[in-house]
């Protein structure tokens, strides 16, 4: 029994899909019961919980030969790193007294570092407890290519892509399409003591996105780079607290410099998407 998290979001619906689809027992962990039908209908079991509670996440992680989980979104929290610490702290309780055989943890670019890299730090913190607690494998995702979901709308409208990266910075990039078949094929392999996979669908600079969505769309889509004093006041526009706002600001910083891969006895995957066909599908 595979247990999910995450299931009504980008990358764990893909997980529980894609093992689903192998015929592999699969249990999601949903926070309201009905969350969790479109599985159900599926042969998935249900389990509801939120991953803050430890009692219920014990009870949904009965049996599990794995668990997929990640750091959810929480874009308003006054205490951010302090709230997701102590979620992932709790977690790792819970393996260990299970003795859960494995964990898969979406991690990030950047989660060797212990600060300087905004809410990566949070990851730095879930692979070490978690891989203390169980044989951990750490997805280590490079930039969401959905990152640029948002300015969609306004490169349709106005022609303009805003980036608070630098232009010409060629990033490691992902869809979770991606990340969730990465996943799901980590859960399948298996328990293998310690394994971390640095995973990127290709490389792209904010200015090479714009040209592709130029393409795409037929019509002139320019950079606009905006300057590191505009996070906060941006973030905070858009609703996240000033905390996670200065997070972010954290993390963009001297050019994104600890956005970077480990390498050493890191593993690194290439996902399956390119950019263009990436970008069309967020296009729909
Ligand atoms: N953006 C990037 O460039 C980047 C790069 C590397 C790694 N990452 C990591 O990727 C994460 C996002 O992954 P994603 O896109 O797959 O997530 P997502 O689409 O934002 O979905 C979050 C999922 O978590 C569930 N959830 C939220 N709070 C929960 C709680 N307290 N207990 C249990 N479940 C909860 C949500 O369920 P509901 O339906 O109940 O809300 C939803 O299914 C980020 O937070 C970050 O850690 C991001």
């Known amino acids: 029994m595979y247990v999910i998290t995450g299931v009504t979001g980008n990358t764990g619906s893909v997980v529980a ?30 389990a509801v919980a939120t991953l803050e509670d430890r009692d219920a996440m014990a009870r949904a992680l009965e049996g599990a030969k794995a668990l997929y989980v990640l750091s959810p979104p929480d874009l308003q929290s006054k205490d951010l790193v302090g709230s997701k610490t102590k979620m992932f702290d709790g977690l790792a309780g819970i393996a260990q007294k299970t003795r859960l055989p494995h964990v898969v943890l979406l991690s990030s670019i950047g989660a060797q570092h212990a600060e300087g890299n905004g809410p990566v730090k949070i990851l730095h913190h879930a692979e070490k407890v978690l891989g203390a607690a169980a044989a951990l494998t750490a997805v280590r995702a490079s930039f969401f290519l959905e990152n640029y979901g948002a300015m969609i709308p306004m490169a349709r409208a106005q022609g303009i892509l805003p980036t608070f990266s630098p232009a010409e910075l060629r990033m490691p990039t992902v869809t979770t399409r ?107």
């Open 178 to 284: 991606d990340i969730g078949r990465c996943a799901a094929e980590a859960i399948l392999a298996g328990p293998r003591g310690r394994r971390v996979l640095e995973l990127s669908s290709f490389e792209a600079s904010p200015t090479e996105v714009a040209k592709t969505l130029s393409e795409l769309l037929g019509k002139p889509v320019q950079v606009q780079p905006a300057p590191l004093s505009a996070i906060v006041p941006t973030f905070t526009q858009l609703g996240t607290s000033t905390e996670v706002a200065k997070l972010y600001e954290e993390m963009f910083q001297d050019g994104m410099r600890k956005m970077a891969w480990e390498g050493g006895s890191a593993e690194q995957v290439k996902g399956w998407t390119d950019l263009r066909a990436g970008l069309q599908h967020l296009l729909g």
């Open 17 to 46: 899909n894609a093992l689903l689809d192998k015929g592999e027992k699969v249990r999601v962990v949903v926070r309201a019961p009905q969350k969790g039908d479109a599985f159900k209908k599926r042969g998935a079991e249900v």
